[in-house]
Every structure is written in C-alpha cells, then in structure tokens.
C-alpha cells in the first residue's frame, strides 16, 4: 500500500489519484472554499484539505507526552452537560467517571509504564440528525468556555479555546459553518490486546451529504503514522460493497498497489456522505476512509464535525 501525505502552504493540487479523486488543500480555507464553489460539479476535488487548522502550539506542546488524554478527559468532566462513554477492547462500555479515569490511565500510562488495554472514549457533543448550527458550533463554544466552571484548565482547555477561534474564522473569512459532533481519543498503545477504535471497517459516512463530513486527527508524538484516517479517493463504496468487510489488514492486500492519501495531524479534512440531494443514501456518493489505528501504535483525539451547507 502507497500512501501520501500533503504538506500545502497555499492552494495545491493533486491529480495523480486517478478517476474524481483530485484533492485541493491550503491553510487558508477561504482558498479551498473558493476553489471549490468555482469548480463544476464534474470536476469537485474529493477532499479538501485546510492544513493545520486544529493544530497549534499549545496543543502541540500536549501532544509531546501521554498526559493529555486525562487532562482532557478531567477539562471536560465537572459539568452534566458532558457526557463521556469509553469503550475497551473487549467492546464493553463504560460511563462511570471512576472506571473512566482508571481505563486512561492504564490505556496510556507515563513512558515509564507500559499500556494495559486499549480503548476509545468519546464525548458527544450532539446528535448525528441534528442539523441546526448552534451546538457544537463557534458560539457554543465561547459560551462553555465563558462559564469557567464548564470546562477546567488542561488539555481541553485549549482546545476549546483553539476550536471556538478556527470555527469563528471559518464562518467569518471563508463563509463556512462547522460545528463538532463528537470528540473521541483512540488509545492503543498496547500491542497485546485487540483494537478499539472509531471504524475499524472502510466505510463511507451514511449520516451526511455532499462537503457535510469533516475530520480532524490530533496524534501523539511517536504515534500513527497512518495519520488520523486512510482514505481512497478514486473509489467508491457501490464498487467495494461485495469486498465489504475491509479492514486495514484486508485494505493494505487489496490494494497494495494503490496511492491512499491520508492527512496530517491537524489536518481538517472536508468530503461528501453518502446522503444524495433528495436525502436517501446513494452508495455511489461519498469517500470511503478508515481508521488506520494498529494496536501498540496509535494515540490520537479525533474532532468529528458536520459542515452545514
């Protein structure tokens, strides 16, 4: 498997993943946005891609030790309004607030220790069907972070504050509203047991329509070198449906020989869903991507965020 990462200072192209899967990316998004309102509808990038735009220096300097997971697990637990679910690798789930801090801590110890279990937790900040643009949105956040009993000084801290600035600037330079539905960390740092990651299967996202999906990865150092998602932009998943299920030991077999592409950390990537413009799930529509996660291998928040048209 030949895989890619794009490193864009200003509006680049990339035409060489054959059939639509042309990706354009640039750290500034009004540069995208434009590019892709211009473009016909035959010739849409798959993927646009705004470069570090979830990645800066005080969330760098997190992501150079293991702590940050509890601090961001501890920034977003003293108010109701936050509810964490984690699963482990043995698919079992938990909301305890004790077991939760017990799972992280072990899932991703000091580089003393090694890593007993792996799992995901994830906070949801809305539902899948909502379609307003209020929660989880820029405005949503200033006020949690104006409350200060909200959200506590840490890790998630900071990223409030970097999300609330980046959806700002999003809808006020580029015209672009994105709102976050959920915030998941994947901790697999221990190679002995099995994988508990987001979606572990290729897949194309089922809940959204055209340039309504949006991911961000923010990965550990050392870790992920897959990047937060693996994505085939020349395929679709009508033509991949009788293969189905793909996981990244069958994807890396099947197509060994074929150029993914996967964004950075930091990266926002912005794509289409299966949903078509009459609302009914179209299996020709959308980007088929995957959790590349490998256990004893990944450490990665991952931001899941709508774009409403």
């Known amino acids: 498997m030949t895989n890619r990462t794009h490193y864009y200072n200003t509006l680049d192209k990339d035409t060489n993943f054959g059939k639509n899967g042309t990706i354009v990316g640039s750290s500034s998004l009004l540069e995208i946005a434009e590019y892709d309102r211009n473009t016909s509808p035959d010739s849409r990038p798959s993927i646009l891609i705004w470069r570090g735009a979830l990645l800066n220096d005080a969330i760098r300097e997190w992501l150079i030790s293991s702590s940050w997971p509890l601090s961001c697990f501890n920034s977003f637990s003293t108010d109701k309004r936050w509810e964490w679910t ?10 305890d607030k004790a077991d939760i801090i017990r799972q992280i801590t072990s899932a991703s110890p000091s580089a ?4 007993q279990g792996n799992i995901i937790a994830t906070l949801k900040i809305r539902d899948y069907e909502q379609r307003d643009d209020y929660v989880g949105g820029s405005s949503w956040w200033r006020e949690c972070l104006d409350k200060k009993q909200n959200i506590d000084l840490g890790f998630g801290h900071d990223l409030a504050m ?60 050392g870790f992920n070198r897959f990047g937060g998602a693996v994505f085939l932009p020349s395929y679709n998943m009508d033509e991949l449906w009788h293969q189905r299920p793909i996981d990244m030991e069958k994807l890396q077999f099947l197509f060994k020989d074929t150029e993914m592409f996967h964004p950075s950390s930091g990266d926002v990537a912005i794509y289409d869903g299966m949903i078509n413009g009459a609302g009914i799930q ?28």
Do not use: F, W
């Open 162 to 221: 970097m999300l609330m600035q980046q959806l700002e600037n999003a809808s006020r330079v580029a015209n672009t509203t994105l709102v976050v539905e959920q915030i998941s960390m994947v901790l697999a740092k221990d190679p002995t047991k099995p994988l508990a990651t987001l979606t572990p299967t290729l897949h194309s996202d089922s809940y959204y329509g055209a340039r309504e999906s949006a991911i961000c990865s923010l990965t550990e150092r």
């Open 86 to 95: 984690v699963t482990n690798d043995q698919q079992i789930e938990s909301v």
């Open 112 to 115: 003393d220790n090694a890593a």
């Open 282 to 309: 179209d299996r020709s529509l959308g980007v088929p991507h995957i959790s590349p996660d490998i256990p004893g291998l990944s450490s990665r928040l991952v931001v899941l965020m709508r774009r409403i048209p």
